[in-house]
């Protein structure tokens, strides 16, 4: 039924998704990895943004079949972003933090940061305290625990840790 999905085109990207994800595991099928790539390339090119995570992290990694190449990751964990995959956000913030593939560049990550803290991604409202702790001024404090207690309530255990010392400091 799901290479119908895919091969029909009824419902390309998420048919095509799926039926990469079983060729990317082995799953029913014979594992295949550059034939999941295809799919998963395809699925992305309709949209599926979840497709775009798995290439972008595919080609972040590199595999046994495919030769790493992280700035086409970034650019898939962009174009996810923009459609709102805040997991993606997530990625391309560290990118651009770390200065992996790319110049280091702390607002870029912000950004992004910020995207995926809006939409509940509880590591990236840590890493976005984190960010704005290193700040001596005392409105970046509060806005780090602020964000630590988004962290926290969001279910990141550094982030509930990092509020506490903040509070233990007495901001």
Known sequence: ????????????GLGCNALATQYLRGEEVEQDI????????????????????VLGRLYY???????????????LFE???NARYQEACLYAGYM????????????????????ACNGNQAEACNKLGLIHVQHMALQEKLMAK????????????KGCKNFKILSEEGY
């Open 79 to 81: 174009k996810a972003c």
């Open 34 to 53: 550059p034939r999941a790539v295809k799919l998963f390339t395809h699925s992305c090119d309709e949209n599926v943004q979840q497709s775009c995570i």
């Open 96 to 115: 651009y933090l770390q200065g992996d593939a790319v110049r280091k560049d702390k607002n870029r990550a912000k950004e992004f940061f910020t995207q």
């Open 146 to 157: 602020e964000l630590f207690g988004t962290a926290c309530d969001n279910g990141s255990i």
């Open 61 to 75: 990694n590199g595999q046994i079949d495919i030769k790493q190449d992280k700035m086409k990751a970034l650019e």
């Open 1 to 12: 039924i799901i290479k119908k999905t895919c091969v029909n085109g009824e419902v390309w």
